[in-house]
Each structure stands twice: as C-alpha cells, then as structure tokens.
C-alpha cells in the first residue's frame, strides 16, 4: 500500500521560512515524479513543485520560483519544499503526490494524472 505523509507544517510569519517533508511507503523512488501542491481557502488547487526521481529535474510555479526548493532523499524515500520569504498569500493547504511513472517534466502540474496523494499539511502566514 502506498502511502504519503506530509509534515512540517505550521505558522510562520511572513518572510520566515518552513521546510515541508513527504514521506512516502510502499512506493519506489526509481521513476516517476513527487509533486507539490496547494489549494487555499475557495481557491483551486494549483501545482508548486515536482521532481523527478529518476533525475532529480524539477519544475516550479512561476509564483514560487526562486523562493521554494523542492529536493529529495531516495534513501529516504522523503521527498522536501523548502519554503523561504513566505508570503500571506502562500496560505494554504500543502499535498504531496506521487506519480510512479511518468516524470516531473511531462507530468508537471497534470493533478489527474498523479496517482497517489498525502493527506496535507497546513501552512499560515501571518502579515
């Protein structure tokens, strides 16, 4: 059974930073993508992040683009988004996803298409 926990979430106030971890199970790390995602408040779900595991490649949202990392450990089978100089509007829930075969660059933000998803973890920025 494939299983994907986020944790690291928590309030923070703007310009802090928090640093996420997606620990997956039952999943191996060889192929495919881990991405990131958030949905605000009456607001859709939007990509963040994602990796590739076989090359570690990734691919931002333009919104978080030089502020969030996304980075993993296969050793670990952990999977991070370092966040930095956060923003008020970067509240909201945090999901993990994975996608056991298809990469980070084609998949990219395609939620359909991932198949197994973390349960969240909420993340608040207070101005």
């Known amino acids: 059974e494939v299983q994907l926990v986020e944790s690291g979430g928590g309030l923070v106030q703007a310009g802090g930073s928090l640093r996420l971890s997606c620990a997956a199970s039952g999943f191996t790390f060889d192929d495919g993508a881990i991405g990131w995602f958030r949905q605000a408040p009456g607001k859709e779900r939007e990509g963040v992040a994602c990796?590739?595991?076989?090359?570690?490649?990734?691919y931002y949202a333009d919104s978080i683009k030089g502020r969030f990392t996304i980075s993993s450990d296969n050793a670990k089978h952990t999977v991070y988004l370092q966040m930095n100089s956060l923003k008020p509007e970067d509240t909201a829930v945090y999901y993990c996803a994975a996608e056991p075969l298809i990469s980070c660059e084609l998949v990219r933000f395609s939620s359909e298409v991932y198949e197994y998803w973390g349960q969240g973890t909420q993340i608040t920025v207070s101005s």
């Open positions: 990796i590739s595991s076989s090359d570690d490649s990734t």
